[in-house]
C-alpha cells in the first residue's frame, strides 16, 4: 500500500517528489454536444527510487465557449487510507499548470465544476475561494482560479516551482 511510503514525506517538501503527467488527449469534438479535447492526467510520486501513482483527472476543454469542465478528480484514487498532506491541492494546482502548458491561450476561458458529488468537493472549492454560481456549480475564470487555487497551497504550507510565465500573471 501506498500510504506507508507516504508518510515519509512532509507536507513542505512533498512538492519535490510529486509529478502530473498527460496520459490522453482525445478529440471529443464529434461525440459530445460539447467540448473540443478531453485531456487525462495521471498524479504520481517519484522519489528517485520508485514512481507511485496516486491518483488521475478528467478535463474537458471546450474552445468555442472559452470553457474548461472538470470530468472527474481523484488524486488520491490509490491512496488507501493515506494521510492527505495536501496532496489533493498540489494535484489540483499540477493539472492546471499541465493544461496550461498544452492550452496557453486558456487564461481567458471559464473553469467550471458542476454537479458536484459530495460535500467534501464543495467545502474544498470554498476554502480555495472559488465562486459558486448555484447549488452544485463553480464557476470562475482561469487567470483568477490559478491565482486562487496557488494562494490556497501556499496557506496550507505548501509551495511548488511555477514558470515565469504563470508567475507574471498571478
Known amino acids: 500500500m501506498i500510504y506507508a511510503e507516504l508518510s515519509d514525506f512532509v507536507r513542505s517538501s512533498i512538492a519535490?517528489?510529486?509529478g502530473c503527467r498527460i496520459v490522453n488527449k482525445v478529440d471529443v469534438s464529434s461525440r459530445r454536444y460539447r467540448g473540443d479535447l478531453e485531456y487525462h492526467f495521471e498524479f504520481y510520486i517519484n522519489d528517485g527510487l520508485r514512481e507511485l501513482k496516486t491518483g488521475s483527472a478528467q478535463l474537458e476543454v471546450d474552445r468555442e465557449r472559452k470553457e474548461i469542465l472538470w470530468r472527474g478528480?481523484?488524486?488520491l484514487?490509490?491512496?488507501y487510507g493515506a494521510s492527505r498532506k495536501g496532496l489533493g491541492t498540489l494535484a489540483h494546482v499540477s493539472t492546471l499548470l499541465k493544461l496550461l502548458e498544452?492550452?496557453?491561450?486558456?487564461?481567458?476561458?471559464?473553469v467550471i465544476h458542476h454537479g458536484i458529488d459530495g460535500w467534501g468537493r464543495v467545502i474544498q472549492l470554498t476554502k480555495i475561494g472559488i465562486t459558486r454560481t448555484d447549488t452544485d456549480s463553480f464557476r470562475e475564470k482561469f487567470e483568477s482560479y490559478m491565482r486562487k487555487s496557488i494562494a490556497y497551497l501556499r496557506?496550507?504550507?505548501m509551495d511548488m516551482n511555477l514558470p515565469d510565465y504563470v508567475l507574471q500573471r498571478i
Open 102 to 110: 498544452n492550452e496557453p491561450e486558456i487564461w481567458d476561458y471559464d
Open 77 to 79: 484514487d490509490y491512496c
Open 155 to 157: 496557506r496550507i504550507g
Open 16 to 18: 519535490e517528489y510529486f
Open 73 to 75: 478528480f481523484f488524486p
